[in-house]
């Protein structure tokens, strides 16, 4: 098992190295100037200026850049905004903790209900509510986030007030519980449709039917057999999403004002704070990929056949 993890880590140095290079490359060939752009509307000193560009090496070529920025990483040194000065790492610290939170809540948002209604929609497969949860689960795959999330702050926060507006500056739990439906609206759907898929199909296969056959309970059958099974290609979807919800809550952290790490990002991306920018990128992508390990880790957990060699 540990020879298995160890490889697995190793596959994923050159998945964090490349996708940090083409974050890197994409930043730096955004139109602007960002030393300009700190001066806003003022004359711009061309000493000041060369001093900004040598102290944040911009005046490099991008190769260089780019190697400056892996050696600073790998100490947690990111650097300092342009803009202000104020180290990245303390800008990460105080948006993390927000989208983190909405993120879980997302989470487990999307999975329980998901499955649940997913599990229901299989083993009730051709009733009128399963088809009535394909419809759902297709309207919300169909429509885009920003669109749902829009109707949803209208409807749920503005005509009916359920939740508040906007979260604020602070969130607690019921200030994040509509984003976080939003953000995870779309992926229930998908959950849904996945759960629905892997259910109908198990349970009309031979070792359901022994199963059966031997006299044990419908219960049984359905949690130790079907779900057992079917929750493999589930889990897997899920582990790739929780790494997604982070850099997707973008989108939901702009329409309900969160000062989360998504709406830092687009910030940065406007401001060209590449080094906030490809900071943020790469933890999100460190995430990711801690997230696709520890679901290759639970497959023995959910299907003994499964052994690390």
Same mark, same amino acid.
């Given at each position: 098992?540990?020879?298995?993890?160890?490889?697995?880590?190793?596959?994923?140095?050159?998945?964090?190295?490349?996708?940090?290079?083409?974050?890197?490359?994409?930043?730096?060939?955004?139109?602007?100037?960002?030393?300009?752009?700190? !001066?806003?509307?003022?004359?711009?000193?061309?000493?000041?200026?060369?001093?900004?560009?040598?102290?944040?090496?911009?005046?490099?070529?991008?190769?260089?850049?780019?190697?400056?920025?892996?050696?600073?990483?790998?100490? *947690?040194?990111?650097?300092?905004?342009?803009?202000?000065?104020?180290?990245?790492?303390?800008?990460? @610290?105080?948006?993390?903790?927000?989208?983190?939170?909405?993120?879980?809540?997302?989470?487990?948002?999307?999975?329980? !209900?998901?499955?649940?209604?997913?599990?229901? $929609?299989?083993?009730?497969?051709?009733?009128?509510?399963?088809?009535?949860?394909?419809?759902?689960?297709?309207?919300?795959?169909?429509?885009?986030?920003?669109?749902?999330? !829009?109707?949803?702050?209208? !409807? /749920?926060?503005?005509?009916?007030?359920?939740?508040?507006?906007?979260?604020? @500056?602070?969130?607690?739990?019921?200030?994040?519980?509509?984003?976080?439906?939003?953000?995870?609206?779309?992926?229930?759907?998908?959950?849904?449709?996945?759960?629905?898929?892997?259910?109908?199909?198990?349970?009309?296969?031979?070792?359901?039917?022994?199963?059966? @056959?031997?006299?044990? $309970?419908?219960?049984?059958?359905?949690?130790?057999?079907?779900?057992?099974?079917?929750?493999?290609?589930?889990?897997?979807?899920?582990? @790739?999403?929780?790494?997604?919800?982070?850099?997707?809550?973008?989108?939901?952290?702009?329409?309900?004002?969160?000062?989360?790490?998504?709406?830092?990002?687009?910030?940065?991306?406007?401001?060209?704070? $590449?080094?906030?920018?490809?900071?943020?990128?790469?933890?999100?992508?460190?995430?990711?990929?801690?997230?696709? /390990?520890?679901?290759?880790?639970?497959?023995?957990? *959910?299907?003994?056949?499964?052994?690390?060699?």
């Amino acid at each position: 098992m540990w020879k298995y993890f160890l490889r697995r880590v190793l596959q994923m140095i050159p998945v964090v190295l490349g996708t940090t290079l083409l974050i890197y490359a994409l930043v730096f060939a955004l139109p602007g100037d960002p030393v300009v752009a700190m !001066f806003g509307d003022k004359p711009v000193n061309p000493t000041i200026a060369a001093q900004i560009r040598a102290e944040y090496h911009l005046d490099q070529p991008f190769i260089i850049q780019y190697l400056y920025f892996l050696k600073n990483a790998f100490t *947690l040194d990111f650097g300092n905004t342009l803009r202000g000065g104020r180290p990245v790492i303390d800008v990460m @610290a105080a948006a993390f903790p927000v989208t983190i939170k909405l993120g879980l809540m997302a989470f487990v948002f999307e999975g329980i !209900f998901g499955v649940i209604f997913g599990i229901v $929609s299989g083993l009730k497969k051709g009733k009128w509510y399963d088809s009535v949860i394909l419809i759902v689960s297709l309207l919300l795959i169909s429509v885009p986030t920003f669109v749902t999330g !829009f109707l949803m702050q209208y !409807f /749920l926060g503005v005509k009916w007030r359920i939740f508040p507006v906007t979260a604020g @500056a602070n969130p607690g739990f019921i200030d994040l519980l509509m984003p976080a439906m939003v953000l995870g609206s779309a992926s229930m759907a998908y959950i849904i449709r996945l759960t629905r898929t892997e259910v109908a199909s198990n349970r009309t296969l031979d070792y359901v039917r022994t199963a059966r @056959a031997k006299g044990l $309970s419908n219960r049984k059958v359905i949690t130790n057999h079907i779900l057992r099974n079917s929750l493999i290609p589930v889990i897997t979807y899920l582990g @790739a999403d929780l790494g997604a919800l982070m850099g997707g809550a973008m989108i939901s952290e702009r329409i309900f004002n969160i000062n989360g790490i998504g709406n830092t990002l687009y910030k940065g991306i406007l401001q060209g704070e $590449s080094n906030l920018v490809v900071s943020i990128v790469t933890v999100l992508v460190l995430i990711f990929v801690v997230c696709n /390990l520890l679901v290759d880790m639970l497959y023995a957990v *959910l299907d003994p056949r499964i052994r690390y060699e």
